[in-house]
C-alpha cells in the first residue's frame, strides 16, 4: 500500500511517499522539503499569511519531485494524508485542500494525521528504530510532553508544559539576546563558545513532584540578565547562551529520567525539532547509559517537522487497523488539537 502525505502546519511545506505493505515498519520510498526560514527572517518569526501563500507554491512542484524520485506515478498511490493539526490554520488548510483534492481525483481514500504523532513515531524511520513500549520526550517548537506509549494510538499524557515550551524558551531567549531568526539554533551555536556556569538561570519544576515543563521563567531570567549586563551583551552573550541551554536541557533530562522511574520502562524515544540539540543528545545519552536505558532519535534530518513523519504515521495506523480512512473529500483542521483529545 503506497501512501503519499503533505505536511503544511506551519514554514514547511513537505510530501513523502511511503510503502506500508506487510507488517513491516513502513518504508520511506522518497520525500522532499522546502524550508521558508529565508522569507521570514525579515520579520523575525513565521508570517501565517506568507506561510500559506508559500505552502501553495510548493506543495504541487515537491509531489512532483517525490513521485519522480520513487519512480512511481500518482495513480499508484493508494491512500492520500495530511497533517490535520495543530498547526497555523491558514497553512493547515493549504495541505488539507491539496490532500482532499488528489484523493478526490483519484478516487482514493484520505487520512488526516496528527501533527505530534507523526513526531512521536519518527524515530522509527531511523536506523535504530525504537519497540513498544516507551516514554516519549516530545520537544517541538511549541510543544514539550512527556507521553507513554504502549502502541501506535495508545498514548498516555505524563506530563507537559503549563507556559512556554522548551523550543519556546530556545527561540525567546534567541531574540532577547538579538540573534536571528530562527533563534534556537543560532543559540546552540552560539552556546558552544561560552561558559554554561557563567550565569545562575532556574531551573523551573525541576524538583516538582511532577511531571510537568515550565520555561517562561527562565525567559523571564534571560530578560532580567541583558538588563544587567547592558553594553557588555556582546561579549557576554554566548556564556548567556550557554547559561540558558545549560537549563533548558537540564530540565528535560531530569524530568524524563524522572518518567522513566515511574514508569519502569527501559526505553526512551526523543523527537521534535529541539531532538537535534546536540547537547540534549549527549546529556540523556549519558543519563541513559548510566541507567541501562535505550535511548532512540529521529536521523538529523527528521527531527523538524516533515512529510515523512506524517506518511509513517499514516502508515501505522493503518497497518495497526485503526479506522481513519474517509471516503468523503469535504475536510477541516484543528489548529489547536490536542494527541489527548484526537479519537486515536
Not at 502525505?5 to 515498519?25: P, Q, Y
Not at 520513487?70 to 493539526?85: E, F, H, N, P
Not at 557563567?198 to 511531571?211: D, T
Request: proline share 5%; hydrophobic share 45%.
Amino acid at each position: 500500500m503506497l501512501i503519499v502525505a503533505f505536511e503544511s502546519s506551519c514554514d514547511e511545506t513537505g510530501v513523502a511517499l511511503v510503502d506500508a505493505s506487510g507488517s513491516h515498519v513502513p518504508r520511506l520510498l522518497a520525500h522532499a522539503l522546502y524550508s521558508q526560514i529565508d522569507m521570514h527572517q525579515a520579520y523575525g518569526g513565521v508570517v501565517p499569511e506568507l506561510a500559506s501563500r508559500d505552502h501553495i507554491r510548493r506543495v504541487v512542484p515537491l509531489t512532483r519531485e517525490v513521485m519522480a524520485q520513487a519512480q512511481k506515478s500518482l495513480t499508484d498511490v493508494d491512500v492520500v494524508a495530511y497533517t490535520r493539526g495543530p498547526g497555523l490554520a491558514g497553512a493547515l488548510l493549504v495541505g488539507a485542500g491539496a490532500a482532499c483534492a488528489l484523493a478526490a481525483a483519484l478516487g482514493k481514500p484520505v487520512m488526516g494525521v496528527h501533527h505530534l504523532e507523526g513526531h512521536l513515531l519518527s524515530p522509527f524511520l531511523s536506523a535504530d528504530p525504537p519497540e513498544f513500549p516507551f516514554v516519549a520526550l516530545l520537544v517541538s517548537g511549541g510543544h514539550t510532553q512527556l507521553m507513554q506509549v504502549d502502541s501506535v494510538g495508545c498514548y498516555e499524557l505524563l506530563g507537559e508544559s503549563i507556559d512556554d515550551a522548551a523550543g519556546e524558551a530556545f527561540d525567546k531567549s534567541a531574540k532577547l539576546m538579538g540573534l536571528p531568526y530562527p533563534g534556537g539554533p543560532q543559540l546552540s551555536k552560539l552556546a558552544e563558545q561560552g561558559d554554561a556556569n557563567a550565569f545562575k538561570l532556574p531551573r523551573p519544576l525541576l524538583r516538582s513532584s511532577n511531571l510537568d515543563f515550565s520555561f517562561a521563567g527562565l525567559k523571564t531570567a534571560v530578560l532580567t540578565q541583558t538588563k544587567k549586563i547592558g553594553a557588555e551583551l556582546d561579549m557576554r552573550k554566548a556564556d548567556l547562551a550557554a547559561s540558558a541551554q545549560a537549563a533548558i536541557v537540564e530540565v528535560l533530562v531530569k524530568k524524563s529520567m524522572s518518567a522513566m522511574s515511574q514508569t519502569g520502562l527501559r526505553r526512551l524515544v526523543v523527537a521534535g525539532g529541539v531532538g537535534a540539540n546536540a547537547l540534549l543528545r549527549s546529556e540523556l545519552n549519558s543519563a541513559c547509559g548510566k541507567r541501562n536505558i535505550r535511548v532512540h532519535y529521529p536521523e538529523l534530518h527528521l527531527c523538524t517537522d516533515n512529510g515523512a513523519m506524517i506518511a509513517l504515521a499514516a502508515g501505522m495506523r493503518s497497518q495497526a487497523g485503526l479506522q481513519d480512512l474517509q471516503e468523503s473529500y469535504t475536510f477541516d483542521v484543528l489548529p489547536r488539537w490536542s494527541l489527548q483529545a484526537a479519537n486515536l
